[in-house]
């Protein structure tokens, strides 16, 4: 069965400095994605960002990056120059290929942002 | 334009006891979710619908059975309620990679 580790309950960074968020999965598949969702107050899930495990490349969204390390499975979020609105809970997420409704979730990071 | 709607907003049952949960969305998706969140376990599938008239199982669907009535709702019943079933239930729904969750059902069985 697929798994999600995110380790860090909770973190705080400072406006405008960087943070990573780290996640672990455990898979026995050679491909399938990998997402970071944002569910502010409102609730509503919002993609962060998407990698495609057979893509070496890190994907990289405006602030948003990560470091995705395959042999280790891990797969971390790194934002750059925090923002107030980045405040919110963050989920990991692990998405097989061919059963593209199931996604696995981590169990959260809540990041705090201070002014 | 309402987006994902879920009744009730909190709900207590006794062990033993049935309810369904009600979700209906507007946005004219075809898939929905229905997931469960507990603290420190992350949100887990309980039972997902790719189209109308179509139901699958998720991560945990022992004990809970679904209905996607139509494309709109996506309704899941609890038959006999146990404790274990405490939780807060959110319905999504889901175009290509963006799921709009709904507000949330807040469950306590005694």
């Known amino acids: 069965a697929q798994t999600v580790t995110q380790s860090q309950p909770e973190m705080s960074v400072q406006e405008a400095e960087t943070v990573t968020l780290s996640c672990t999965y455990d898979?026995?598949?050679?491909?399938?994605?990998l997402f970071w969702y944002k569910q502010p107050p409102s609730r509503q899930m919002i993609l962060v960002i998407r990698?495609?495990?057979?893509?070496?490349q890190n994907a990289t969204e405006n602030r948003f990056s990560v470091n995705f390390q395959k042999a280790a499975k891990s797969f971390s979020l790194k934002i750059s120059d925090s923002q107030l609105g980045d405040a919110a809970m963050y989920f990991c997420?692990?998405?097989?290929?061919?059963?593209?409704?199931?996604?696995?979730f981590g169990s959260g990071t809540k990041l705090n942002v201070k002014p | 334009n309402a987006g994902v709607t879920q009744t009730p907003k909190f709900q207590v049952l006794k062990t033993g006891q049935s309810m369904t949960l009600q979700c209906a969305q507007d946005m004219n998706h075809n898939s929905m979710y229905w997931y469960r969140q507990d603290p420190g376990m992350g949100l887990r599938l309980i039972y997902y619908?790719?189209?109308?008239?179509?139901?699958d199982k998720g991560e945990v669907p022992n004990g809970y059975n679904v209905s996607r009535l139509n494309k709109r709702e996506f309704s899941l019943r609890l038959e006999s309620a146990a404790p274990s079933q405490t939780s807060v239930y959110f319905c999504a729904s889901v175009v290509q990679e963006t799921q709009y969750f709904g507000p949330g059902t807040r469950l306590l069985v005694l």
């Open positions: 619908s790719a189209s109308e008239g179509t139901t």
């Open positions: 997420a692990y998405r097989r290929v061919y059963n593209f409704n199931k996604f696995y």
């Open positions: 990698q495609e495990a057979y893509k070496q």
């Open positions: 898979t026995s598949e050679s491909d399938y994605y």
